[in-house]
């Protein structure tokens, strides 16, 4: 457990791995307000809401949190080598290259390297919603790797040429990595919300932190890695 301040009034957050880029934002508000938070990194199954103050959430929770505050929205993203000459992808197109029957680049236009995927933990928000969205019905190729978080697969299409992989956007900015376009789908299609969740009706001093995360200095600093919540996407 990572302590980011140490003041007299103090609090817990659950801070699953997907939204790590969301860390800053937390210690601005942390400074902003003069509050000591203590973060608890989670995995994408984490729902002991009781257990801590407040809990970070990408995508709705299986088990609904009694109080949840919406944050913004991450997208989805497809990553590639720099390298790879394919720069958009169709849904059809993804679901061959998934499913393992593509095993090299060459049929879209990427050359004789072969395809290594690299996929999310199969039970986080980030497959289940591609999976839904995309895959449909298709299977997933036996040679998938796992990657235990976004910053493997990060570093997996930064080192192989023919590697692909899916990470919560918010993780690639700035980086040196390709992004195919995905066509064919609907705007909100990879699109999951950012939610800050508690047990309890939130008190001070944390209903205040939630403030300045939805209206204050935190609002600022995810609207530089996160969309702003519109509250008619699904």
């Known amino acids: 457990r990572e302590s980011l301040l140490d003041f007299d009034s103090s609090f817990t957050i659950a801070l699953p791995t997907d939204l790590l880029p969301a860390k800053p934002a937390l210690q601005a508000c942390a400074n902003a307000e003069n509050l000591g938070i203590f973060l608890t990194e989670t995995g994408p199954d984490f729902e002991d ?73 199969e039970s986080g928000p980030v497959w289940l919603r591609f999976q839904v969205a995309v895959l449909g019905g298709a299977g997933l190729s036996p040679e998938a790797t796992l990657a235990p978080s ?37 705007a909100d299609a990879l699109r999951l919300p950012v939610l800050v969740a508690a047990a309890a009706a939130p008190a001070e001093p944390v209903r205040r932190f939630i403030s300045c995360l939805q209206a204050g200095e935190g609002k600022t600093v995810l609207r530089e890695r996160y969309a702003g919540w519109d509250p008619a996407a699904p």
């Open 49 to 121: 809401f009781a257990s801590v103050d407040l809990t970070l959430i990408l995508g709705e929770p299986r088990d609904p949190a009694p109080f949840a505050y919406p944050l913004g929205w991450e997208l989805i993203t497809l990553l590639t080598n720099p390298d790879n000459p394919v720069r958009g992808l169709g849904p059809e197109e993804m679901r061959l290259l998934f499913s393992g029957a593509l095993p090299t680049w060459e049929p879209l236009g990427g050359g004789s390297v072969p395809v290594s995927l690299w996929v999310p933990l």
């Open 150 to 186: 976004p910053q493997a697969v990060i570093d997996a299409v930064q080192a192989d040429p023919g590697a692909v992989g899916l990470v919560p956007g918010a993780w690639v900015e700035g980086l040196p990595v390709g992004a195919p376009a995905l066509t064919g789908l609907s």
